[in-house]
């Protein structure tokens, strides 16, 4: 398939022509932006992450029946989807209460709400997307009725199908942002994109942002935040590699050394000065929530070192460090 001309300069994307009208050529970039635009860095390595989420995302709902407009990620930046008419809509879901619903009518974040609540927000830069109401939609001719209903119904399936999704992996879906579009024949699909940089997510056991937050709060490097998701929905697991040595106290006499020493020196070596012996474990660890250290140090106490006579030194390096 052949790139053609750029048709539409997003933030954080760019949609090329292709040589088949119904298709279009993605490319995620690395911008990241927030405050409508206000806020704007270059952060390397977001498009690839930002790509292979949604991708996977789509897929995902895909395989639940939920059609949305993808159609191939072809690189690690770039995908193929099908070409609609995006409506000017902003399709929020919220099962718990963050950001702007929390401002607006000072409920506490982290307070679930009792059922997923659907907004919908203009799609309006120089109106700074406000939010609108049903009427509105259909007084501005955005959407039909029916398409209203379709968009609700069509969100709160997405709300289903990815809190569970996420629920599997350690992660709260708080709230989330989608787009929709209209086919030429008039079919709505769902659009745009479903990542980090759209959803909240919240770590399950820390409550740790898993999300664009850590941008928008300046709470840190969102590399490894949304590498993290990815690898998470990938079921990748990290794993950790342990080395644990165990030795005789230096007040406990150990025999066996005493004997080698001696063994050793009769051989000529009479530099050597000590030999003390030890046992040595490797240990791979599936990464949890629990502190590896801790989990370490008990198996050691209980298990791996006589703690009355020996004493004992780990080493904890990364799989990928191996
Ligand atoms: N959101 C988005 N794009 C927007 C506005 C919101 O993707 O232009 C997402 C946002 O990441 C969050 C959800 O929609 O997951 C609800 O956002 P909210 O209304 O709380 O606004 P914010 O706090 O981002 O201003």
Redesign the pocket.
């Known amino acids: 398939m052949e790139k053609g001309q750029l048709l539409y300069q997003g933030k954080a994307k760019e949609l090329f022509q292709t040589d088949q009208p119904d298709l279009i050529w993605v490319e995620y970039l690395n911008q990241a932006t927030?405050?409508?635009g206000a806020k704007k860095d270059q952060i390397k390595g977001k498009g690839e992450l930002n790509n292979q989420i949604t991708s996977l995302l789509f897929q995902r709902l895909d395989e639940k029946g939920i059609r949305s407009h993808f159609v191939e990620q072809i690189s690690e930046t770039e995908q193929i989807i099908q070409a609609v008419d995006i409506i000017p809509l902003?399709v929020?879901?919220?099962n718990i209460a963050?950001?702007?619903?929390?401002?607006r009518l000072a409920i506490p974040e982290g307070t679930p709400v009792k059922f997923p609540i659907v907004?919908f927000?203009f799609?309006n830069d120089e109106l700074d997307?406000p939010?609108i109401i049903e009427d509105h939609i259909k007084v501005l001719d955005i959407a039909t009725d029916e398409e209203i209903t379709t968009l609700k119904t069509m969100a709160l399936a997405v709300d289903e199908a990815l809190s569970e999704l996420f629920d599997e992996i350690g992660i709260i879906l708080?709230?989330?942002?989608l787009e929709f579009g209209r086919t030429k024949e008039g079919t709505i699909l769902l659009a745009d994109e479903i990542s980090p940089?759209?959803?909240?997510l919240w770590d399950k056991v820390t409550n740790e942002h898993l999300?664009?937050?850590i941008y928008?709060r300046d709470l840190g490097d969102l590399i490894p935040v949304y590498q993290e998701v990815l690898n998470r929905l990938k079921g990748e697991k990290k794993m950790y590699f342990v080395k644990v040595y165990v030795t005789y106290k230096d007040s406990v006499l150990d025999p066996q050394g005493e004997a080698v020493k001696g063994a050793v020196h009769r051989l000529g070596y009479d530099t050597i000065e000590d030999v003390r012996i030890g046992k040595y474990f490797e240990i791979k660890v599936a990464k949890s929530n629990r502190p590896i250290e801790e989990m370490i140090e008990e198996i050691c106490d209980k298990l791996l070192a006589n703690v009355n006579m020996e004493t004992y030194r780990y080493e904890i390096s990364t799989m990928e460090e191996v």
């Open positions: 927030a405050l409508n902003e929020v879901v919220r963050a950001g702007s619903f929390s401002k907004e927000y799609k997307d939010m708080v709230d989330f942002k940089d759209t959803c909240r999300d664009k937050d928008r």
